[in-house]
């Protein structure tokens, strides 16, 4: 891979940097990217007048970055797995004609939405491929993902602090089952990111933990207290294939369910109502 890559800046080897080296800057397509990955965890915003995510044009502006700065031999080296998207995307828009000539089904706008959306999910598949090849950098992903859902989690805390939401029926900024999917999805990486840090870092990290667990519980979406909780067990079993990893990470959840554990006994007549009905 040669240094125009759009994974490396033009001082950065492929890889963890050696000890003591300072970082080298990222380049403007590795920027957006993380701006995309940061948004995809905090949906929040549309683009005004459009009314579509504000993840559409960021996407779009790194796709354009990626087509013009990565080689043919940046092409050739993930083509199997662009092909895969581009085929799926195909089949997708082949059922369309299909359903039409041999089911007699009309092809309606929703429809085409659809496709349009699996375009996009596809393209950020491709175009995570370039960026997440590079180990260094899909560190760099992965806490922007975990601060994405710390400031998601904030925004649920504050939801039931301020306005007194505290159960599933109501909330402000997010439906209760979308707060559930985003926390279903990204709080794994909030979960990881202790056991990553030390010292002070570490610290916040874990406190930042223990508000998105906090948040879990709060979104009242049982679809994922089950999926999050299924998740981890598999996460900790996994972590024993590394038995120097494993206390690391036991010690990162469990010092993320304290502070939990501690809300709960604080403001567990609150709680108790709304969850407990979620329960039963």
Same mark, same amino acid.
């Given at each position: 891979?040669?240094?125009?890559?759009?994974?490396?800046?033009?001082? +950065?080897?492929? #890889?963890?940097?050696?000890?003591?080296?300072?970082?080298?800057?990222?380049?403007?397509?590795?920027?957006?990217?993380? &701006?995309?990955?940061?948004?995809? &965890?905090?949906?929040?915003?549309?683009?005004?007048?459009?009314?579509?995510?504000?993840?559409?044009?960021?996407?779009?502006?790194?796709?354009?970055?990626?087509?013009?700065?990565?080689?043919?031999?940046?092409?050739?080296?993930?083509?199997?797995?662009?092909?895969?998207?581009?085929?799926?995307?195909?089949? $997708?828009?082949?059922?369309?004609?299909?359903?039409?000539?041999?089911?007699?089904?009309?092809?309606?706008?929703?429809?085409?939405?659809?496709?349009?959306?699996?375009a996009y999910w596809m393209t950020a598949f491709a175009v995570s491929i370039f960026f997440c090849a590079n180990p260094e950098? +899909?560190?760099?992903?992965?806490?922007?993902?975990?601060?994405?859902?710390?400031?998601?989690?904030?925004?649920?805390?504050?939801? !039931?602090?301020? %306005?007194?939401?505290? #159960?599933?029926?109501?909330?402000?900024?997010?439906?209760?089952?979308?707060?559930?999917?985003?926390?279903?999805?990204?709080?794994? %990486?909030?979960?990881?990111?202790?056991?990553?840090?030390?010292?002070?870092?570490?610290?916040? *990290?874990? *406190?930042?933990?223990?508000?998105?667990?906090? !948040?879990?519980?709060?979104?009242?979406?049982?679809?994922?207290?089950?999926?999050?909780?299924?998740?981890? $067990?598999?996460?900790?079993?996994?972590?024993? &294939?590394?038995?120097?990893?494993?206390? +690391?990470?036991?010690?990162?959840? &469990?010092?993320?369910?304290?502070?939990?554990?501690?809300?709960?006994?604080?403001?567990?007549? +609150?709680?108790?109502?709304?969850?407990?009905?979620?329960?039963?």
């Open positions: 891979m040669t240094n125009a890559s759009v994974l490396i800046s033009p001082r +950065r080897r492929l #890889g963890f940097a050696p000890p003591g080296n300072r970082r080298a800057p990222l380049t403007r397509a590795q920027i957006l990217f993380l &701006a995309f990955a940061f948004y995809m &965890a905090v949906p929040l915003l549309d683009v005004p007048l459009l009314g579509i995510s504000l993840s559409a044009p960021i996407l779009m502006l790194v796709a354009i970055e990626v087509a013009a700065v990565a080689t043919r031999a940046d092409f050739a080296r993930y083509q199997g797995w662009l092909w895969l998207a581009g085929w799926f995307w195909i089949g $997708c828009a082949a059922s369309l004609p299909a359903n039409y000539l041999m089911r007699g089904r009309e092809v309606t706008p929703s429809d085409v939405h659809e496709l349009v959306r699996w950098f +899909r560190v760099r992903v992965g806490k922007a993902l975990a601060a994405g859902v710390t400031l998601l989690a904030g925004l649920r805390v504050v939801e !039931a602090v301020a %306005f007194g939401f505290w #159960g599933h029926e109501e909330s402000y900024f997010m439906s209760p089952n979308a707060y559930g999917w985003e926390f279903t999805t990204f709080a794994p %990486f909030a979960v990881a990111l202790p056991a990553a840090l030390r010292n002070a870092r570490r610290r916040w *990290a874990l *406190a930042a933990l223990g508000m998105v667990l906090l !948040a879990w519980v709060l979104s009242g979406s049982r679809g994922s207290w089950v999926a999050l909780s299924v998740g981890l $067990c598999i996460f900790l079993v996994l972590c024993l &294939a590394s038995p120097r990893a494993l206390p +690391r990470y036991l010690g990162a959840l &469990a010092g993320g369910l304290l502070p939990v554990c501690a809300l709960f006994w604080l403001i567990g007549e +609150r709680l108790s109502g709304p969850v407990g009905e979620r329960v039963r």
